[in-house]
């Protein structure tokens, strides 16, 4: 038996492949859209890619499975009540896969979603589960949250997940191995650790989900200070059910002119500017939202959700066109009429209108607030757990977010905001929100709490 583990960073998603060398048959589990690692591991190796098996219908990233089963004719299974609509063979509790020799048996966890399947790979002599595939029920340290389907499903979901922990999971053996769904980061649980795996003991031991002494206290402790889920993951269920298009049938897009920006623009497009926070405070397109290119930079795009809209990108250089695009594709934007092509020179060089945004040290920010305090509101745009942990004394905290979708009423009332982070990627990104919708008084702080707590200024 072999398994690999294909880790997606900023999104934080983990797929495997579980493969049978003597037979030379190989499965997928929740392939991520562009799918070549997972051919090109089993082209190197020899293996034919037979099943791919979903855990659930993903709100996060764009499934790859209708993309890798076109590229290998392998079969897709997943669970019965997920209503997938593309070709697939549903599954019930306890129904086997094979791959080769390899026998995986369908293990319903219900909870972060209705229809959530595991899969146990079972022992050829025993049938005891020895790894548990365990999507987004499980994850080192934390359970997958029961929040994603909108407040009308959450009382059942959470009876579901209460159910699956304590009847279910709780029924495995101790020395499983557990190969999570997602690492550090992702927001489909709030604090995931960053191990690779995990076991069924060590997650009876320490998860405090596994600790509660009554279903209220459970419900307590999976709730509290459960992040807003990025703004994207409706249109990711929907996309995921019946079956994203196919890459080669999406346009590639390519370089546009400044003319040609602005045109888009003036359309109802979006333009994403894709360099660092700083580059984009010293010169912007006018009405361009601020997110990087990097680790965040996918899911803080579907914050924007823009999937009613073209999209243009002003990049840190032409060569990292590709890079971007599967990005947005990997959280199925797909309407990506290319990049300004020689980035914010071409803007600069066409005598079109620039914009820019404040930024205020965090040293200068002190002395702001020690000499000026009313003139000034103080925008902590992280998590509520994050904001509480520590912030400058007088923020107000209001999630990026919730800035994003447009759910805060700020009024500055002729003061200027400055807006702070954990390290100024979020705020640049709500920054540029607020300034896109017609707010001036607005500043950033580059470095963010970090920065602030670096130069030891007080903290409240």
């Known amino acids: 038996m072999i398994i690999e583990r294909f880790y997606t960073p900023g999104l934080a998603q983990v797929a495997y492949g579980v493969a049978d060398p003597a037979s030379g048959r190989a499965a997928i589990i929740d392939p991520r859209r562009d799918v070549d690692d997972y051919l090109a591991w089993a082209a190197s190796n020899g293996y034919e890619i037979v099943a791919i098996l979903e855990t659930h219908v993903h709100a996060d990233f764009v499934s790859g499975s209708r993309e890798l089963a076109e590229a290998t004719g392998a079969t897709v299974y997943a669970g019965r009540l997920g209503g997938t609509e593309f070709p697939h ?15 995986m048996r369908a293990f319903w966890t219900p909870g972060h979603t209705p229809e959530h399947v595991s899969y146990l790979l079972l022992d050829p002599a025993s049938d005891t589960p020895v790894v548990m595939f365990s999507g987004d029920i499980l994850f080192a340290g934390e359970i997958g949250r029961p929040d994603l389907l909108g407040e009308e499903k959450l009382g059942g979901l ?22 999570p769904g997602h690492g550090a980061g ?62 080669r049938d999406l346009p590639r897009g390519g370089s546009l002119s400044p003319d040609e920006l602005a045109a888009l623009q003036a359309g109802g497009g979006l333009v994403i500017d894709a360099r660092d926070a700083a580059e984009f405070a010293a010169a912007h397109v006018p009405g361009s939202v601020s997110v990087g290119l990097g680790s965040n930079f996918a899911i803080w795009a579907g914050w924007l959700a823009p999937y009613e809209r073209q999209v243009a990108l002003v990049l840190p250089d032409d060569g990292r066109y590709d890079e971007a695009l599967r990005e947005l594709r990997r959280i199925g934007v797909d309407a990506v009429a290319g ?119 007080p903290t409240a």
């Open 89 to 103: 063979v549903p599954l019930d509790d306890g129904d086997i896969v094979r791959v080769g020799a390899l026998r």
């Open 186 to 247: 992702s927001p489909c649980g709030k604090r995931i650790g960053d191990a690779a795996q995990t076991t069924i003991g060590q997650e009876k031991r320490f998860n405090y989900a596994f600790q509660a002494k009554s279903k209220e206290a459970f419900v307590r402790a999976v709730m509290e200070g459960m992040p807003q889920p990025p703004a994207y993951y409706p249109t990711m269920k929907r996309v995921n059910k019946v079956g994203p298009a196919l890459l």
């Open 158 to 179: 959470v009876d579901q997940l209460y159910q699956t922990v304590t009847e279910r999971l709780a029924a495995l053996p101790d020395e499983a191995v557990v190969y």
């Open 339 to 457: 990049f300004l092509g020689g980035g914010i020179e071409a803007w600069l060089a066409s005598g079109r209108p620039i914009g820019s945004l404040g930024e205020i040290s965090v040293e200068e920010l002190a002395r702001w607030i020690g000499q000026n305090s009313d003139g000034l509101r103080v925008i902590d745009v992280r998590d509520a757990a994050e904001w509480a942990a520590g912030h400058v004394a007088g923020a107000a905290n209001v999630a990026a977010g919730s800035i994003v979708r447009g759910d805060a009423n700020l009024e500055l009332n002729g003061k200027t905001a400055a807006v702070i982070c954990g390290t100024g990627y979020r705020s640049a990104v709500a920054a540029s929100v607020l300034q896109q919708r017609g707010m001036e008084r607005i500043a950033t702080v580059p470095g963010g709490m970090s920065a602030w707590v670096e130069a030891g200024l």
